[in-house]
């Protein structure tokens, strides 16, 4: 069973950074991989970005170039850095993990492919 809680939500104005944290248990990140979602209000829920058990990246083309996701396996922590956030980046946030091991894009941005959920937390822009 895999536990994920994520951690450093806040209210932000446009332009601006965030970084907020997954805390992961259950299974160490060299053998998980673990993405991003996000769902805004009325909106269906959308892949922002994932890090593999591989250390690969992925990320959504809305936010490409924006967005990092970066891992510390010390800690069992993923993390999404935010950069230059815009007001439709604003949303609740959940990081999610597979039960099994998946290794191709379409795989890794499907969250049908997740069974492991975090509570979510709320990013808000401010324009």
């Known amino acids: 069973q895999v536990q994920l809680v994520e951690s450093g939500g806040e209210l932000v104005q446009a332009g601006g950074s965030l970084r907020i944290s997954c805390k992961v248990s259950g299974r160490t990140l060299d053998t998980l991989s673990v993405g991003w979602f996000r769902r805004a209000p009325g909106e269906e829920r959308e892949f922002v970005a994932a890090?593999?058990?591989?250390?690969?990246?992925y990320y959504a083309d809305s936010v490409k170039g924006r967005y990092t996701v970066s891992r510390d396996n010390a800690k069992n922590e993923v993390y999404l850095q935010m950069n230059r956030l815009k007001s439709e980046d604003t949303a609740v946030y959940y990081c999610?993990?597979?039960?099994?091991?998946?290794?191709?894009?379409?795989?890794?941005?499907?969250?049908?492919?997740?069974?492991?959920w975090g509570q979510g937390t709320q990013v808000t822009v401010s324009s």
């Open positions: 890090v593999a058990w591989s250390s690969n990246e």
């Open positions: 999610a993990a597979p039960s099994q091991i998946i290794s191709t894009t379409q795989q890794i941005m499907s969250p049908d492919i997740y069974v492991f």
